[in-house]
């Protein structure tokens, strides 16, 4: 297995999920076994060593890798979800996508004042919901955030919107 051949098993889905955008379907990786180790080694491989104490995915494609680091690092495991869908009281911040507007909200209760943070999603384009999602996180502490990606749309320059970050990575790059 190799970088290449996670690419190859990506699909791209023309005008999803309106005209015009070409969605990156990271399902037919998922479903690959060996892919998903390849991806899941190498991302753990990228942090394992920066002291990661809880790992936070965004909705819900973050979900998947980012339980995974967690595992794998050792750390918790924090979701950052859409409106309505966490039991406890939550910080919300809206945002604007490349196709649309969102929220995201994390519960109050998630970190302790000293976690160093790792934000996972499986996609950075305009950088929207990465950003929405490091104005949520700055709420807890000072401490720096790693961000993670699986894909990153580089032709969209969404990492201009992410200075808050400590260190940005990503797997792959179109």
């Known amino acids: 297995m190799n970088l290449e051949q996670v690419i190859a098993s990506i699909r791209t889905v023309p ?9 990156k379907d990271i399902t037919t990786a998922m479903k ?13 491989d990228y942090y394992k060593d920066k002291g ?3 790992v936070v995915g965004v909705e ?6 980012g339980s995974i680091l967690a595992y794998k690092l050792g750390a918790g495991f924090v979701l950052l979800r859409k409106p309505g869908k966490l039991p406890a009281e939550t910080y919300k911040v809206d945002y604007e996508l490349e196709y649309g507007t969102d929220s995201l909200e994390i519960h109050k209760d998630s970190f302790d004042e000293n976690d160093v943070v790792l934000l996972h999603d499986d996609l950075l384009a305009t950088g929207g919901s990465a950003s929405a999602a490091l104005e949520l996180l700055s709420k807890f502490s000072s401490n720096p955030v ?5 894909i990153e749309l580089t032709f969209l320059d969404g ?8 260190e940005i990575h990503s797997l792959i790059q179109f």
Do not use: Q
């Open 15 to 23: 005008d999803f999920p309106k005209p015009g955008i070409m969605f």
């Open 52 to 54: 990661i104490t809880k």
């Open 32 to 44: 690959d076994a060996e892919v998903l180790k390849f991806i899941s080694d190498n991302l753990y």
């Open 146 to 150: 790693y961000v993670s990606f699986l």
């Open 60 to 65: 819900s494609r973050g979900f998947v890798l």
């Open 159 to 166: 990492r201009k919107r992410l200075n808050a970050a400590k």
